[in-house]
């Protein structure tokens, strides 16, 4: 196994050195050496290891703690770039989520319509994943966002230097919270799911057909993305949209009256009750109001198999509007 021959390790041969017996570090070397010509490149790893060479079997002993000694400035080395590497990203300014949501709301109101609510509406465009043809940094995407780009389809956007980075900063939050879907949705099963066992028109509506208690659907799949859809089927969020939210009033005779909250203010109340009758108040008439924030929605996970939850996504994904929701 141990031949009187000399094994150079450079960035080349590491991986044919055989550390156990022919002392090149087998495995930990290896990573090593990736590690530090991923940082430094293969030229400096073959200068910093030009000098290191396994001796014969007869000194194989005396040279191993030399081998051993020659290793510490690399490793030195690497720990320095991996502090430097941790220090720089501690450094990276952390955008607050209301920032974020921000952004999303200034999207969605404005560059749906070309690029989509996934940002890869665009033929060679994919804001959600940093494809962009033109913008290089986040203040270049700001800069074209506001002054739009020339001789193309898009137009200046009527925003502030503030509007434009908390879309970008929307933009940049797209990449990490991508589609889980795993399989592809039929819309129409999916759409089938969604009229009959999902049970989603007894909340909401598409079209004028359905319920008016929860929100439309008629444009979420213009105004939400893939993830966010599914999301919304296994993992409802805690809360309801303010718009969204229920009142239960209670009035001075005694009378409890829970619906959706439409308007209020100072002096009235307007609510759109469970038998979907619009009911509005005098405050002074209301001994109690109560608004409910909580998410009345419940989850399909394990009521819905991971094929099926694809076709209700494929479903959903259609619904960009009057006349488009057909599958």
Aim: glycine share 10%.
């Amino acid at each position: 196994m141990l031949k009187d021959t000399f094994v150079r390790c450079d960035g080349t041969s590491v991986r044919k050195c055989d550390g156990a017996v022919r002392g090149c570090g087998g495995p930990r070397v290896d990573l090593l050496t990736r590690l530090f010509v991923s940082t430094f490149g293969p030229s400096y790893w073959t200068l910093a290891l030009s000098h290191w060479t396994v001796a014969p079997r007869t000194s194989f002993h005396r040279t191993a703690h030399s081998r051993a000694r020659s290793l510490l400035p690399l490793a030195a080395a690497l720990i320095a770039v991996i502090s430097w590497n941790d220090a720089l990203r501690a450094q990276e300014p952390v955008v607050p989520p209301a920032d974020v949501e921000d952004g999303q709301r200034l999207y969605l109101g404005a560059c749906t319509n070309c690029h989509g609510p996934d940002g890869n509406a665009v033929p060679g465009v994919d804001l959600g994943h940093g494809k962009f043809r033109r913008a290089s940094s986040d203040a270049e995407l700001a800069d074209i966002i506001r002054r739009g780009i020339a001789g193309t389809a898009m137009p200046p956007g009527n925003y502030s230097s503030r509007q434009a980075s908390l879309i970008v900063a929307y933009l940049r939050s797209m990449a990490t919270t991508g589609s889980k879907v795993t399989a592809t949705g039929d819309p129409t099963r999916g759409k089938a799911l969604f009229e009959g066992r999902g049970q989603c028109l007894a909340c909401h509506q598409v079209q004028g057909n359905g319920s008016r208690l929860g929100p439309d659907l008629t444009e979420i799949g213009r105004l939400r993305r893939v993830s966010e859809l599914e999301q919304a089927l296994v993992d409802p969020p805690p809360e309801v949209r303010p718009q969204n939210r229920t009142a239960r009033v209670v009035t001075r005779d005694g009378a409890t009256i829970t619906g959706r909250l439409l308007h209020h203010d100072t002096f009235t109340l307007l609510i759109l009750d469970s038998q979907e009758q619009l009911r509005a108040f005098n405050k002074t008439d209301v001994r109690e109001m109560t608004i409910i924030t909580s998410n009345p929605k419940t989850s399909y996970r394990g009521r819905l198999t991971a094929q099926e939850l694809a076709d209700l996504v494929g479903y959903l994904v259609t619904l960009k509007g009057t006349g488009a929701s057909r599958p």
